[in-house]
């Protein structure tokens, strides 16, 4: 079915640590967004399952706008179906890093994101995937990936226990040797990676901007190396990973792409817009251009 502009749904996911967002939100929605002749409904995603079989059912009953108070794993989640729709998909960000959100400026109190996106326009970003696996925002190979690990077993969320985790698995984490086929043109041989992280969008979340230059339309990604240093080496890089600059660092390698074969001697862990999983040892990563509606304001 054609989406019909009136019909807006809102989908909630009351795992992500709302507090009393919920309330605000409400309030928002219905000053920014029940106007006459709106057809506003209101839906929470139990899990991703629940969650996905929801959106299908908006797709099909012909929404419009889809608005998602969730962290950026939800997003990954929900918007994987709205991948080639016209659906424009509206972040509510209620995370602990809002990598998305945060890319596109959108802001980071839930209630006054509402009120923004309602005066936002459709945007279509490009898509990355992992060996078919979708992503939005960022994908890692490398001591990126395993920190997620860390991290996840933390009772607290937000930035200084992802610090702790990074630390932590700097002295962990041993590097594998890394082949990187670029564009069938390119090949590059890394003996050491610490870092290894494809980027669409700037961030990891958080204000950590791996790739400062990403830009969300230009139909490529950033592939973004960092080979292993001591720890004396690596602690000025996280100022300058807050500052947006660190892509001027000497010891960063960042490279444009539209198709990327990573090959790892063996199988590793591997990052998708937060969520950690299990890679095999060859990873292919490409683009689908301005393939998913967003709401930027
Ligand atoms: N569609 C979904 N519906 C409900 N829960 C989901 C959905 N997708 C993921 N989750 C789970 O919800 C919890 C919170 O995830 P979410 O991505 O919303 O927030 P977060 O992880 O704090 O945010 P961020 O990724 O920005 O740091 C996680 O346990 C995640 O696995």
């Known amino acids: 079915m054609k989406p019909d502009r009136k019909k807006v749904r809102l989908l909630i996911n009351p795992n992500s640590g709302m507090g009393t967002a919920l309330d605000r939100i409400r309030q928002s929605l219905l000053d920014h967004w029940d106007l006459p002749g709106t057809?506003?409904?209101?839906q929470f995603s139990k899990s991703k399952e629940d969650g996905q079989d929801k959106v299908k059912r908006a797709v099909d009953e012909g929404v419009h706008t889809l608005l998602v108070a969730g962290g950026d794993g939800m997003i990954n989640s929900i918007g994987s179906v709205l991948i080639g729709s016209d659906v424009?998909?509206?972040?509510?960000?209620?995370?602990?890093?809002?990598?998305?959100a945060r890319h596109f400026d959108?802001?980071?109190?839930?209630?006054?994101?509402?009120a923004a996106l309602a005066r936002a326009e459709a945007k279509a970003i490009d898509v990355g995937f992992a060996n078919d696996l979708p992503f939005f925002i960022t994908c890692s190979l490398a001591w990126d990936a395993a920190l997620v690990n860390t991290f996840e077993k933390s009772p607290v969320r937000g930035i200084l226990p992802y610090v702790f985790a990074a630390v932590y698995e700097f002295f962990e984490y041993h590097p594998q040797p890394f082949t990187l086929q670029l564009d069938e043109e390119t090949e590059i041989q890394i003996e050491d990676p610490q870092l290894c992280t494809i980027a669409n969008l700037s961030q990891y979340g958080g204000g950590a901007q791996i790739a400062p230059g990403a830009k969300a339309d230009d139909g490529q990604l950033q592939l973004v190396v960092i080979r292993r240093r001591n720890f004396a080496k690596v602690l000025p890089m996280v100022g300058k990973i807050f500052d947006g600059t660190i892509d001027r660092l000497r010891e960063i390698e960042t490279h444009s792409f539209h198709k990327l074969t990573v090959h790892r001697q063996k199988e590793g862990p591997m990052q998708l817009?937060?969520?950690?999983?299990?890679?095999?040892a060859e990873v292919h990563i490409r683009v689908q251009p301005r393939a998913l509606n967003v709401l930027v304001p």
């Open 273 to 280: 817009d937060g969520e950690l999983l299990s890679a095999p």
């Open 39 to 42: 057809d506003l409904t209101i």
């Open 106 to 114: 959108i802001p980071l109190d839930p209630s006054a994101a509402v």
């Open 88 to 100: 424009a998909l509206g972040v509510i960000p209620t995370g602990s890093g809002n990598g998305l």
